[in-house]
């Protein structure tokens, strides 16, 4: 069963950075489907953040992209996202997640709070 | 970006209704639509994909149909346990795009 996992600071300091990591287990990011970033402002509705296919290339959201990276480390089979500049309107739940070629997200972590305040 | 819209935001029912919700994108994206349930405090859950294939293990209440622009999610006889908030995608390109929501609540 594939399992994904989120950690990170649950408080960012505006114009800080926001790192977060997706442990996953049961499936080994490098051999196939593409892995994303989702997040959630309280109350709010569902925005893509990016995705790492497992061949290595990114996919970034327009709005986001000057900002944001996306990493993986194969060895310890999991993947991270670097969000610069903070700001309050990125506070959300953050939720790293598996999906298909075909652009499904089939797995999902469970989200992670991360708070922008000083 | 494909703008995803979905109607209405909130519908109010009771166990055993039938609900359908409905779904438009900006631009046509054949059968690239997938519909997610998701409950307060938990990660979405996919229901449906391609429009209308029911991802494995998801009761058969729940259908999907349409291409193009429009599309609906029908949950024939609705459970307690179907109470949430359900969320469209389009797949058909980058940057991937949600609908805004659509709140089932008890009446």
């Known amino acids: 069963q594939v399992q994904l996992q989120e950690s990170g600071p649950g408080l960012v300091k505006p114009s800080e950075t926001l790192s977060l990591t997706c442990a996953v287990s049961?499936?080994?990011?490098?051999?196939?489907?593409?892995w994303g970033w989702i997040r959630q402002p309280p109350g709010k509705g569902l925005e893509w953040i990016g995705s790492l296919f497992h061949g290595g290339n990114t996919y970034y959201n327009p709005s986001l992209k000057s900002r944001i990276t996306i990493s993986r480390d194969s060895s310890k089979n999991q993947f991270s996202l670097k969000l610069s500049s903070v700001t309050a309107a990125d506070t959300a739940v953050y939720y790293c997640?598996?999906?298909?070629?075909?652009?499904?997200?089939?797995?999902w972590g469970q989200g992670t709070l991360v708070t922008v305040s000083s | 970006d494909i703008q995803m819209t979905q109607s209405p935001s909130s519908v109010s029912a009771s166990v055993g209704d039938r609900v359908t919700i409905t779904c438009r994108a900006s631009?046509?994206?054949?059968?690239?639509l997938a519909w997610y349930q998701q409950k307060p405090g938990k990660a979405p859950k996919l229901l449906i994909y391609?429009?209308?294939s029911l991802q494995s293990g998801v009761s058969s209440r729940f259908s999907g149909s349409g291409s193009g622009t429009d599309f609906t999610l029908t949950v024939s006889s609705l459970q307690p346990e179907d109470f949430a908030t359900y969320y469209c995608q389009q797949a058909n390109s980058f940057p991937l795009t949600f609908g805004g929501g659509t709140k089932v609540e008890i009446k």
């Open positions: 631009q046509g994206i054949s059968s690239r």
């Open positions: 997640a598996r999906h298909t070629a075909q652009f499904y997200f089939d797995y």
């Open positions: 391609a429009a209308s």
């Open positions: 049961g499936y080994s990011i490098a051999n196939g489907y593409y």
